[in-house]
């Protein structure tokens, strides 16, 4: 567990409206509600202001249960490991923080990660909590993330997604496909799959579409440019195997690898590229672009 002290207005706190049920006190139903936690550990949480009501102030162990009540927590991993690799801030005004994020970092905390994500190291590098990452890119995959950086304003940056306002290019080294008139579409039915981290393709109509160019032939790979036209998880990296040409290092397609440690000299050739937009509070034409390669 990290010693580094504790400031609430740097990190982020998840919250919980506290279910219907019999119990006497905050503290019971939290251990109710959440049984992969003791309640030591909650008692810990609590003794060191980590459990907040709904002003944001600490609770004691002895509150009132009361249903609906809202509840802040802070999540924690014991010994969370530190992921070697350094993330990089390409731009900054008081509306939008654009950053570089390398391959293994995660965008917010989940699972194993909460601390050594991208989302927490720019609230803590730019004393901003109210930093929010506007679109994600999946852990493995490297580039370009937008961040709303002022509440006010948010959002009017979130609405570029839902209206496809927003043109994203990912660059990705896979195997040829010889046989492909390019540029090329591909559109198919994206659904969860299995394991549940995974995507897949069914028959039926299409929620998912992919402009597919390349940028570069050489004899054992090439080098595709992506263009999503749609956002769905992992669509790159389904529709590159749909066609036959599995992304490099995918640890998920065609088949999951086994688990194993993260091995940081052969990332998955995928790299968010770049983001152009038309600002909506200027009308200006936004252009950025990563400062990572694939190699």
Not at 25 to 50: M, N, Y
Not at 70 to 75: G, L, Q, S, T
Not at 118 to 131: A, M, S, T, V
Not at 162 to 176: D, F, L, M, N
Request: aromatic share 10%; hydrophobic share 35%; proline share 9%.
């Amino acid at each position: 567990m990290s010693s580094a002290p504790f400031d609430p207005a740097k990190q982020q706190a998840s919250t919980v409206c506290l279910p219907p049920g019999e119990w006497a006190t905050v503290l019971d139903c939290l251990c109710g509600h959440f049984h992969a936690i003791s309640r030591e550990q909650w008692l810990d949480r609590i003794a060191r202001g980590r459990v907040l009501d709904a002003q944001g102030l600490p609770i004691t162990s002895a509150m009132a249960y009361r249903p609906g009540l809202r509840i802040h927590y802070f999540r924690e991993v014991p010994n969370e490991k530190v992921i070697p690799v350094q993330e990089h801030i390409l731009y900054q005004d008081e509306h939008l923080v654009v950053a570089d994020k390398p391959h293994f970092l995660p965008v917010t905390p989940a699972g194993e990660y909460v601390e050594q994500t991208l989302l927490r190291r720019l609230i803590r590098r730019l004393d901003n909590p109210h930093l929010v990452p506007l679109h994600r890119i999946d852990r493995h995959t490297a580039g370009l993330v937008l961040f709303s950086a002022n509440p006010q304003t948010r959002a009017t940056y979130q609405s570029l997604f839902p209206t496809r306002r927003i043109h994203k290019c990912y660059e990705a080294i896979a195997a040829p496909l010889p046989h492909l008139p390019f540029p090329y579409r591909h559109c198919s039915r994206m659904v969860n799959g299995e394991p549940f981290f995974r995507m897949c393709e069914v028959p039926g109509q299409a929620n998912s579409e992919t402009l597919v160019e390349v940028a570069q032939r050489d004899a054992e790979h090439w080098r595709y440019r992506l263009y999503p036209i749609t956002g769905k998880t992992h669509q790159l990296r389904v529709h590159m195997t749909s066609l036959g040409a599995s992304i490099c290092n995918d640890p998920f397609y065609p088949q999951v690898q086994p688990a194993g440690p993260d091995d940081y000299a052969n990332p998955l050739k995928l790299l968010a590229h770049s983001l152009r937009f038309d600002d909506p509070l200027s009308g200006v034409e936004r252009y950025f672009q990563t400062g990572l390669s694939l190699s």
